[in-house]
């Protein structure tokens, strides 16, 4: 059973459309992640995830390694 939630992080760091698709890249990379939309206007990234596989935990730290920070 998929546990399916949306969560919006504020990302930092980003400038243009590649930026946003290198964190939405870094994202995806975290097995159980559905979709991800990053803002580089909003400093932001709406992830769909299933929790039954990940957590916000592990997607922050791949957003992380990136050239982009989450901040908490
Ligand atoms: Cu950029």
Same mark, same amino acid.
């Given at each position: 059973m998929a546990d399916i939630k949306e969560i919006t992080l504020k990302v930092t760091g980003m400038t243009c459309g590649g930026c946003e698709k290198a964190v939405e890249e870094a994202a995806m990379? &975290?097995?159980? &992640?559905q979709s991800a939309n990053a803002s580089h206007a909003d400093d932001s990234a709406t992830i769909v995830y299933d929790a039954e596989s990940t957590d916000p935990m592990f997607i922050t730290m791949a957003i992380n390694e990136t050239h982009y920070k989450v901040e908490e």
């Open positions: 990379s &975290v097995e159980g &992640v």
